[in-house]
């Protein structure tokens, strides 16, 4: 599972309602996208193109476990997202709804906004091809991975449930 | 096993559960509020499509709306509504209260089951020793509603320890607001944190409520307090469906143990832009302030009402502050209502809303303009969350929150103690 494109650099401890503002919580998720992260980097929004690549650092995604934020992401098209670490609720999130993230301890000191990147999901890697450096990714359980490759928790819930293929 | 293992072993039927494994477990009771509750109910039925299971787990609590402002925002009640009769899940409408207060007095939180939501506080719940944790709505909407089940990671634990006597003037909240600086935000991800110790052990069931409230601002996914005698009768006085507590078999079931000693802790506050930003009073003290409360999911306990009043009564608000006082449930009102709370607290300047979970995410009330600045008792304090990205929200105990609000700036509550 890889993507490849440019890249997108946020910083520590982004909260939810940054992504998404709570009081947009209600409205299309198309409408979400279009003001995803504007108050960190308005360029954001109206700049991101499919298959971009989201970096960010430490505690990405805090706050809100409403799925509302990876799925606004998700939105926008990007590939993946690349994080120092994120939040549990942001990561379990992101897996349930088949957006892949990796953690990525040190991403956020090599890469700078704009370099194109090529992340590998299985491999636990992600390059750089802009500065040509490579990082390696803390490793995600296959279980997730698992997930990620079906779409989604809720393609494979009834057989987790136990009862068989949904 | 530990708590949390003991508990996750018995839902997901395996003699043995350790640190690390996936499991799937069953599900006693879904907590969802007005938000996370119509967001599910969209997955669920047009994404998923099938039947619920367990209607009578889940529970949905309208507390961000203690009355809808707009139009648009009664039609998402109104669909709400329906989708509770449609599956006949329970409801508890406008002006109930806080999603947590309401679930806990109305019995669905009980010491050894497994608690869900989509609030990200609902690790709250560990404190009457149940594994409890938020989940999002594809959890919800694909596993809970359909299947009654959630898979789950058994986290790693950590002891924190609290050692000593609080000072006159330093509240339990003001352990739990220096606990979540110490600890770090992302400082304990992905860990279940067991509170003890003599601090803990000393406090009433809504004290020690405080502790596992600030799981989500370190990172964390769950919370408990090992269950005695206090919380078995806590649990007795809101219901008599019946329950079986566990606890763990031993201390040492843990990777690590914090410890700390509050003795020499003074009054708290934690300012904008996050929760992390945390210090003594003193620190912040004369930062002017327009708007108090004493609400969100952290406040608006009968115990912050008291503490708020103590400090307030025959007093008044400085010129210009303006304080809401949100009680987090029905039954708050009520005691309130008995002690005389309410005439204290309206006599002093102050003005109360109806219960809910007050003004978080300014839905109902409590927006904030560039140039404004609240203290609460909130579990949150994000830009952007009350209105302008630029006003400030500072936290603190009721009885900071009180002090600040009578002189219309952050101010040491030491001062107004007799
Ligand atoms: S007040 Fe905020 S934190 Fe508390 S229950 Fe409501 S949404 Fe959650």
Redesign the interface.
């Known amino acids: 599972m890889q993507a490849r494109g440019r890249c997108w650099v946020f910083g520590d401890?982004i909260?939810t309602?940054?992504i998404v503002?709570?009081?947009r919580?209600?409205v299309s998720l198309g409408e979400m996208a279009a003001h995803v992260l504007e108050?960190l980097n308005p360029d954001f929004p109206g700049g991101v193109r499919p298959g971009d690549i989201l970096v960010a650092g430490?505690?990405f995604g805090?706050?809100?476990?409403?799925?509302?934020a990876p799925k606004a992401l998700q939105a926008t098209g990007i590939g993946a997202i690349v994080v120092e670490?994120a939040?549990?609720?942001f990561y379990?999130?992101c897996f349930?709804?088949g957006l892949p993230l990796l953690e990525c301890p040190g991403i956020t000191d090599g890469v700078e906004e704009g370099d194109v990147l090529a992340v590998d999901m299985t491999a636990g890697t992600v390059v750089d091809e802009t500065i040509g450096r490579r990082f390696s990714a803390r490793p995600v359980?296959p279980?997730l991975m698992e997930m990620l490759e079906a779409g989604?928790?809720?393609p494979m819930?009834?057989r987790?449930?136990?009862?068989g293929e949904a | 096993m530990n708590l949390v293992e003991k508990i996750l072993a018995r839902a997901s039927g395996r003699a043995k559960v350790s640190p690390g494994e996936?499991v799937?477990a069953n599900v006693d009771t879904l907590l969802l509020h007005d938000?996370?509750g119509?967001?599910t109910s969209k997955?669920f039925e047009e994404?998923?499509g099938l039947p619920m299971r367990y209607p009578e787990r889940v529970v949905m609590v309208f507390d961000h709306h203690f009355s809808p402002p707009t139009e648009?925002r009664a039609r998402?009640l109104e669909a709400n509504r329906a989708f509770a009769r449609r599956h006949g899940a329970h409801l508890f409408d406008c002006g109930s209260g806080n999603i947590h207060h309401v679930g806990v007095r109305n019995g669905f939180v009980r010491p050894g089951t497994v608690v869900v939501g989509?609030?990200?506080h609902?690790p709250v719940h560990g404190t009457l020793g149940c594994f409890a944790t938020?989940?999002?709505?594809?959890?919800h909407?694909?596993?809970v509603m359909?299947?009654g089940?959630a898979?789950f990671?058994v986290p790693e634990t950590i002891r924190i320890e609290l050692s000593g006597r609080l000072r006159p003037g330093t509240t339990p909240r003001d352990v739990a607001l220096y606990l979540t600086g110490e600890i770090g935000?992302?400082g304990a991800?992905?860990k279940a944190l067991a509170f003890t110790g003599e601090l803990i052990d000393g406090l009433e069931v809504w004290d020690r409520w405080l502790f596992p409230l600030i799981t989500?601002?370190v990172?964390?996914?769950c919370a408990f307090v090992e269950p005695d005698e206090k919380t078995v009768a806590f649990v007795r006085s809101m219901t008599g469906e019946p329950f079986e507590a566990v606890g763990s078999d031993s201390a040492d079931e843990c990777e690590a143990i914090w410890e700390h000693d509050v003795s020499e802790l003074e009054p708290q506050v934690a300012a904008s832009p996050?929760l992390?930003n945390v210090g003594p009073v003193s620190a912040f003290a004369g930062r002017a302030i327009q708007w108090a409360e004493l609400g969100g999911h952290g406040g608006g306990r009968i115990e912050d009402l008291r503490m708020a009043a103590d400090v307030l009564r025959g007093r008044h608000l400085a010129a210009g502050v303006k304080f809401n006082v949100v009680p987090s449930s029905r039954e708050v009102f009520t005691e309130a209502c008995r002690e005389g709370l309410v005439e204290d607290l309206h006599l002093a300047g102050c003005t109360w809303f109806p219960p809910s979970t007050g003004s978080n995410?300014?839905?109902n009330m409590g927006a904030l303009a560039d140039t404004e600045a609240m203290v609460s008792t909130h579990a949150?304090n994000?830009?952007?969350?009350n209105g302008s990205?630029k006003a400030m929200m500072y936290l603190g105990s009721a009885a900071t929150v009180a002090a600040s609000a009578l002189r219309g700036q952050i101010s040491d509550p030491r001062e107004f103690l007799s």
């Open positions: 401890n909260p309602d940054q503002r709570s009081d919580a209600l108050n430490r505690h805090q706050s809100s476990g409403r799925a509302i670490y939040a549990r609720l379990r999130n349930e709804i359980d279980f989604g928790v809720i819930a009834a987790l449930a136990g009862e | 996936v799937v938000l996370s119509y967001l997955v994404e998923v648009e998402i989509s609030d990200s609902t938020g989940l999002g709505n594809n959890s909407a694909g596993m359909p299947f089940k898979w990671r935000e992302g991800v992905y989500i601002d990172g964390a996914k996050t992390g995410q300014a839905i949150r994000f830009p952007g969350r990205a």
